[in-house]
């Protein structure tokens, strides 16, 4: 399983599942492949176990289709119940890479990102050290680059690359290229939902099958929050 920043987020519930696509702590839920899919038409404390196994194959299933498509990390949030009837019948374990225990299926796509993200981010951190150790050692052989601008234009050429971003930077703008390098904008297309530089840098490594590393606020200062291990260094 590749660690990203971009993954899903499973609300289970007797009453109301819900699926959100999920980047950072952005969630945003999904209104199609079923979702959001509701429990039996009885009172919450009165659904049997029959019950719960039977909507959790539900679920799953229609989660199913949407990994299908997108398969990235799953953070599966319910009450212990829930959590062990889904366990008990999902296809999809090995994508599961944290869990959130209680009902929280009246929390806002906010505050649940809020609960969720940490999760993700300690379930990456496990790459830290090494990228650290990588960074030391590209910063050595000059096989790197800092600074967001020169970070774009080289995040566009490499491939597998490794990018260390401060976990708390970002920049409003756009990335805009029609011929020749990309250039960065600072002015937004209103249409455009991406309207943060460094998180379309994320994208565009992640697209290119290369690794994205948070590293804790200020760990990046001497390079300006932001560095490309290029295609040279190891790696997580």
């Known amino acids: 399983m590749r660690f990203s920043p971009h993954y899903y987020v499973l609300s289970l519930s007797t009453t109301t599942n819900t699926l959100f696509e999920a980047f950072r702590d952005s969630l945003i839920d999904v209104e199609n492949q079923g979702f959001p899919i509701c429990g039996p038409a009885c009172e919450p404390d009165v659904v049997r176990q029959e019950q719960r196994s039977e909507l959790a194959r539900t679920v799953d299933a229609h989660f199913g289709r949407y990994y299908a498509h997108e398969p990235l990390g799953l953070v599966v949030v319910g009450a212990p119940q829930m959590q062990c009837a889904f366990r008990a019948v999902t296809a999809h374990g090995t994508a599961i ?127 300006e929050q932001i560095v490309l291990l290029l295609r040279d260094a190891k790696g997580p």
């Open 97 to 223: 890479i944290g869990r959130i225990e209680g009902d929280h299926s009246a929390t806002s796509a906010r505050d649940l990102g809020q609960i969720a993200w940490p999760i993700v981010k300690e379930a990456m951190s496990g790459v830290l050290d090494r990228a650290l150790r990588d960074l030391d050692d590209c910063a050595g052989r000059g096989d790197l680059v800092s600074g967001l601008e020169a970070v774009v234009r080289a995040a566009s050429r490499e491939v597998q690359a490794t990018l260390l971003v401060d976990d708390d930077y970002h920049r409003r703008g756009s990335i805009w290229r029609v011929s020749g390098p990309p250039v960065m904008m600072s002015d937004v297309d209103v249409r455009d939902a991406m309207d943060d530089v460094v998180d379309a840098v994320i994208e565009t490594v992640l697209g290119s099958a290369g690794n994205v590393v948070f590293t804790p606020p200020g760990t990046l200062r001497d390079q």
